[in-house]
């Protein structure tokens, strides 16, 4: 069964707009964290975000947020003013307590940023 | 921040034949490295969980025979791809998690394989 899921395949977003990518997750283990990265396009993956399932605020960093509603399962994340370079895949993944440190991605969206 | 990475690059073979791919945690010491194979525009799929001293740990459908992992060392895990078949092409990441503040994983640069 899926265990992440984004729905987005593809966004076009214009530079300086902020941006939403959909995350949802699946999990009955109640301490677990959830993950954004960026993969460009060189392949290379970027650790952007991180919230963990007993964390009472949403996470924070930099141009990055994340939208996180346990009770919906979602940990959406939001780009602030949309830079060109922020043209990649995103990827959502989850590390459960019980899943030794495996980390589960989502389908990834493409973000394509537009001038 | 840790540093992983990877060699070679990218790697060309011909059907048959069998390669090798290492991944090096630089600044860090790995007892655990995780093995993952994307093909183009889809997801990272995890095929195996790479444990220093002893046997990997394959996922579901993946042939332990065919890729065969290795963690001799602390900071060096090592897939083979056994004889080799156009199918197998793909892009080839590692991973190790660093003692970080969200025990993130830190992912190497990648290894694309190509198969002719």
């Known amino acids: 069964a899926q265990k992440i899921t984004q729905t987005q395949p593809g966004m076009f977003v214009q530079e300086k707009e902020a941006v939403t990518l959909d995350c949802t997750y699946d999990t009955s283990d109640p301490s677990y964290g959830l993950f954004w990265y960026k993969q460009p396009s060189s392949g290379e993956m970027i650790f952007l975000i991180y919230q963990g399932s007993y964390d009472q605020q949403n996470a924070t960093e930099g141009r990055y947020s994340l939208n996180f509603q346990k009770a919906r399962k979602s940990a959406n994340l939001v780009i602030s003013a949309s830079q060109l370079g922020d043209s990649a895949m995103y990827f959502c993944a989850m590390r459960e307590r019980g899943g030794w440190g495996k980390l589960q991605f989502g389908a990834g969206t493409q973000v394509v940023v537009t001038p | 921040g840790a540093v992983v990475s990877q060699h070679p690059s990218w790697v060309i073979c011909k059907s048959g034949t069998s390669v090798k791919i290492e991944c090096r945690s630089l600044?860090?010491?790995?007892?655990?490295m995780f093995w993952y194979r994307q093909f183009p525009k889809q997801s990272l799929m995890l095929m195996a969980t790479s444990n220093e001293g002893s046997k990997a740990t394959y996922e579901q459908g993946v042939e332990k025979d065919k890729f065969l992992i290795n963690h001799a060392s602390l900071t060096l895990s090592t897939l083979t791809v056994t004889s080799a078949h156009p199918e197998d092409s793909s892009f080839y990441i590692c991973s190790a998690p660093g003692m970080s503040l969200y025990n993130e994983q830190f992912f190497g640069p990648g290894t694309r394989l190509t198969v002719l």
């Open positions: 600044d860090f010491q790995a007892t655990t």
